[in-house]
């Protein structure tokens, strides 16, 4: 009896390191009827791109704003916000009947970021931590939703920007500023990043280089109904859309 119990519990144990990993374990459970990324994820080194003085230097958030039709009286989402470059630079632009909304995964840049709130009396400046597959943005909301220099640290991109769709307003458009370089050095190539966005029902509008912003700019707009989470087909490492998964 001692040696068929033996056998029994050697059975269950060889059962159990037979058994299959449940799929996609490893991502938030919100990402898992999208697909998943192709390229390499660059880990987040800082919030900084560089710093704001030199940034000012080369006048790219007035150029930013001013390429993505930024005017008074418009509700602004900043993504990837950090400690606020752009966050207080679009608060000044649409003024106080405007309003800015700064959103991060990182608690202590928005720690950092609500002090120069309070500091500075942006009165018109929410602040709200996201999540890595959901910005957590209010439906109907914006009428520009900005991504700079953020979008290649997106782990899951697909539904990321798929939620994007209600938030913004009619009319709204997302503003994306990036580099193209490899993903693995902090940047992604348009190539790329337009067949991300149209996986998800978005379409390129503007496209731009611009060595004065240190990248390029890009503007989407929805393109109709956003698709079902099963029915989006992921790009591949060469920008292209797969036809089946």
């Known amino acids: 009896m001692r040696a068929i119990g033996l056998l029994s519990a050697l059975s269950l144990l060889a059962l159990a390191a037979c058994k299959p990993v449940a799929l996609d374990e490893d991502r938030p459970e919100d990402a898992r009827a999208f697909p998943r990324a192709e390229r390499e994820v660059p880990e987040v080194v800082g919030n900084q791109f560089s ?16 390429l993505a039709g930024i005017v008074e009286g418009m509700t602004v989402a900043d993504i990837g916000a950090g400690e606020g470059y752009y966050t207080v630079r679009l608060a000044e632009k649409v003024g106080t009947t405007g309003r800015v909304l700064a959103q991060d995964i990182d608690g202590d840049a928005l720690a950092r970021l609500g002090q120069r709130v309070s500091r500075d009396r942006l009165d018109n400046v929410s602040i709200k931590p996201g999540a890595i597959a959901d910005p957590r943005l209010p439906a109907n909301s914006f009428d520009r939703i900005f991504l700079v220099h953020m979008y290649h640290e997106v782990t899951e991109p697909y539904a990321f920007i798929w939620r994007m769709h209600d938030a913004l307003r009619e009319n709204g458009q997302i503003i994306v500023v990036d580099v193209d370089r490899p993903n693995g050095r902090h940047g992604i190539s348009p190539k790329q990043l337009f067949c991300e966005f149209e996986a998800v029902g978005f379409e390129l509008t503007e496209f731009a280089l611009r060595p004065d912003i240190q990248g390029y700019f890009a503007r989407f707009v929805p393109a109709g109904p956003k698709p079902e989470p099963e029915a989006v087909k992921g790009c591949n490492v060469s920008g292209k859309r797969r036809e089946t998964e």
């Open 51 to 66: 710093t704001e003085a030199a940034r000012d230097n080369r006048h790219e958030a007035e150029t930013v704003m001013d």
